[in-house]
């Protein structure tokens, strides 16, 4: 089972609010991503890192921001919360297997509700 | 464009049957296909990965099967079980991709039954 962990798991927060979502690995791995997931659809890469101080945004455009100081921390930060943001996030790490092989280990999600 | 898509969109079976879903891909230039299950409120946990060179790769009761010439894949689910229950996601990646970024089907959703 993959060490990679989420917190909170649950958040149900007014709109106009900071939120800050957590994720933490202690694999080592270089690589961290965040991906978003709507009931019923496929999950949507909104940031990735290559390492510390590298971030990049992903394929689906999104109002948070991230950071990568540490190795095993990349949380995620929404500046004003609203209810288009209400969703599930999904943080994952990956290892390489093989030259252009990485195998995903994903956290278990933020399930985020905007009032 | 790249995409990734899986059929049924769900499916309903009793304990102890076997069932096959199905995943069609246009991801090109294609390095590994993978498939994950994820329990509802939970991260997806990877089942197989298979590369090019591979057509068949088992994980207990699953068993995977790619055809890249025709650029689809199977995940066979055999004696099925309550736990068995959870959306199952293909998952293909294309090939030099140093990010490892992948492209995600929508998931079947398969509810076993006792």
């Known amino acids: 089972e993959a060490d990679i962990y989420q917190t909170p798991r649950y958040l149900v927060i007014g709109t106009g609010k900071k939120i800050t979502l957590e994720c933490s690995q202690t694999m080592g791995h270089d690589k961290m991503y965040w991906y978003q997931q709507d009931p019923g659809m496929e999950l949507h890469l909104i940031h990735y890192s290559y390492g510390v101080n590298s971030t990049e945004k992903g394929d689906l455009s999104s109002e948070s921001t991230v950071s990568r100081i540490r190795t095993e921390h990349f949380p995620l930060t929404l500046e004003s919360a609203r209810p288009s943001h209400t969703s599930q996030y999904l943080c994952?790490?990956?290892?390489?297997?093989?030259?252009?092989?990485?195998?995903?280990?994903f956290g278990p999600g933020t399930r985020l509700t905007v009032t | 464009k790249n995409q990734v898509e899986q059929s049924p969109q769900s499916l309903i079976i009793l304990e102890g049957k076997n069932c096959t879903l199905q995943?069609?891909?246009?991801?090109?230039?294609?390095?590994?296909l993978r498939w994950y299950k994820q329990d509802t409120g939970r991260g997806p946990v990877s089942l197989t990965i298979?590369?090019?060179?591979?057509n068949t790769k088992s994980n207990g009761r699953y068993t995977a099967t790619l055809d890249a010439d025709t650029k689809q894949s199977s995940l066979h689910i055999t004696a099925s079980q309550l736990s068995d229950s959870a959306s199952y996601i293909c998952?293909?990646?294309?090939?030099?991709?140093?990010?490892?970024?992948?492209?995600f089907g929508r998931g079947t959703q398969l509810t076993v039954w006792p």
């Open positions: 298979m590369t090019f060179s591979e």
């Open positions: 994952a790490s990956s290892l390489a297997m093989l030259p252009g092989l990485y195998e995903q280990y």
């Open positions: 998952v293909v990646s294309d090939r030099g991709s140093t990010l490892g970024r992948l492209y």
């Open positions: 995943c069609n891909y246009t991801v090109s230039p294609f390095s590994n």
